[in-house]
């Protein structure tokens, strides 16, 4: 009992640690919501499967040792940082220059209207091109799980964070593919797809930053 109420206490505040991360607005958020708001609610929950997909491969790799590579090789983290900022920037770009607010679910080309699958894979390398993420977990998990440990601990973390990261993006998707959401967005979309470029190349720049220091 005593053994499971330790491991219950050096899990549970790396849950919350990861539940104050993932709200915070980042990249993956900006990108969900936009995505939810231009296409809908399928297209904005592929998007945060996608996140989620992320989250789960960056955990998995943290938690069992694999990610520690990125501080061992000396340009590993300076290289996501750079695909970052690259991938990041061609997305926010894609956004400042498109066309005015497409309709739901738009014609393959316009801004959040291209198919399943590339609503999956913006979430999904949006998560894995940044470099924060990779931090985070190597971070968190190094500092607040010790090596002892065991490994069934390891994967109820990392099925926790799984959980959370698509009940918490997916609650996005959802929220702002409602209808009111859709309508204002159907009004002033062009102004939120400027906002949401803008935030995605300023994400972009500060990853460009972080790899020249």
């Not at 592929?46 to 992320?54: M, P, Q, W």
């Amino acid at each position: 009992m005593s053994t499971l109420a330790g491991i219950t206490g050096r899990v549970l505040p790396v849950l919350a640690a990861y539940g104050a991360a993932a709200m915070t607005p980042g990249a993956s958020v900006v990108v969900v919501a936009q995505t939810s708001l231009a296409s809908g609610r399928f297209k904005g929950a592929l998007t945060a499967f996608g996140v989620a997909l992320g989250t789960a491969i960056y955990a998995a790799a943290s938690l069992f040792g694999l990610s520690a590579l990125v501080f061992r090789v000396p340009f590993a983290l300076r290289l996501v940082q750079i695909g970052g900022g690259i991938y990041l920037t061609s997305l926010g770009v894609r956004l400042l220059v498109g066309r005015s607010a497409p309709a739901l679910g738009g014609e393959p080309g316009e801004t959040g209207g291209d198919g399943a699958g590339g609503a999956f894979g913006r979430g999904l390398l949006t998560n894995l091109s940044n470099p924060h993420t990779v931090i985070f977990f190597v971070g968190i998990f190094s500092t607040m799980l010790s090596p002892s440990v065991p490994t069934s601990a390891r994967a109820v973390v990392l099925f926790a964070v799984v959980a959370m990261s698509v009940t918490w993006y997916t609650t996005v998707a959802v929220a702002l593919s409602s209808p009111r959401a859709q309508g204002l967005y159907q009004r002033t979309g062009r102004a939120i797809d400027v906002v949401a470029g803008t935030v995605m190349v300023w994400f972009a720049a500060r990853f460009a930053l972080s790899a020249m220091q």
